[in-house]
């Protein structure tokens, strides 16, 4: 099989100009891509993918998703506050909203053939689903220690490799609150609040599919749908080794 290109239509604009853009060769080119795209990925790169994926689908994406993009927090969070649950670790937050929005839009190049998935609901419904997790998780901070040489308490600073969850995550829960953030940040331009603030706000609200787990509505949008199985799907493919559905401890 001759080498390839891998065209994640419409983010072929995109990948051009990341630093982990790979040209695919062998038997397997789709696995491989997939494989070699999220190899020795930094951070700083998966806000700079997020920042071109915003950019590419308009100033007006770009305007609501900046104050997230910029929040330092998101860059570093944690994907859970359990080390056997899904994305847990420093960085965990932004790995699992890139590789979700990723697996949204290959979902969307398999049937935008049939169905009309419109790309800047996806994008957004995708990029704000966890975001209310920079409050139910935090950091566990090293407790102040005394140096018994001298009189000084020293407060050590977080190598954020440990975290917590917070009452946020009881009384408020992160899929309410990235449902509020996104209605903060959607307000800042009048389109995408006219013609999106429901649609994505629907999709947000329904991820986790039942109310036990979170979600106030079940998906009824193939936006939605798309969002709470890919979501799903990033989760489970990270934990599966460490955490079992059946239980829930």
């Known amino acids: 099989m001759g080498s390839l290109i891998i065209n994640m239509s419409p983010w072929s604009n995109w990948l051009t100009h990341l630093p982990f853009t790979q040209k695919i060769t062998g038997s397997n080119p789709v696995g491989d891509a997939i494989e070699n795209i999220y190899k020795g990925i930094t951070m700083t790169d998966y806000i700079g993918k997020l920042n071109a994926n915003a950019k590419t689908l308009g100033d007006d994406v770009y305007t609501v998703c900046e104050g997230i993009l910029n929040d330092k927090r998101f860059p570093i969070w944690s994907g859970s506050s359990k080390s056997n649950q899904h994305h847990y670790g420093k960085g965990g937050l932004v790995q699992h909203t890139s590789e979700v929005i990723d697996t949204c839009f290959r979902v969307k190049a398999l049937y935008e053939h049939k169905y009309e998935i419109d790309s800047k609901e996806l994008f957004l419904s995708a990029f704000f689903h966890d975001v209310g997790k920079m409050h139910d998780y935090e950091p566990i901070m090293n407790q102040t220690v005394h140096n018994a040489n001298d009189t000084t308490d020293y407060t050590c600073e977080t190598d954020y490799s440990e975290w917590t969850g917070t009452s946020h995550k009881r009384s408020i829960h992160h899929i309410s609150r990235s449902g509020i953030m996104w209605s903060e940040n959607a307000r800042k331009n009048e389109g995408i609040y ?56």
């Open 194 to 249: 006219d013609e999106y603030f429901e649609k994505v706000l629907h999709a947000i609200l329904a991820h986790h599919m039942e109310r036990k787990n979170g979600s106030p509505v079940a998906p009824k949008s193939r936006v939605a749908w798309i969002l709470t199985l890919c979501d799903n799907m990033s989760a489970r493919m990270n934990d599966a080794d460490t955490w079992d559905i059946l239980d829930r401890r």
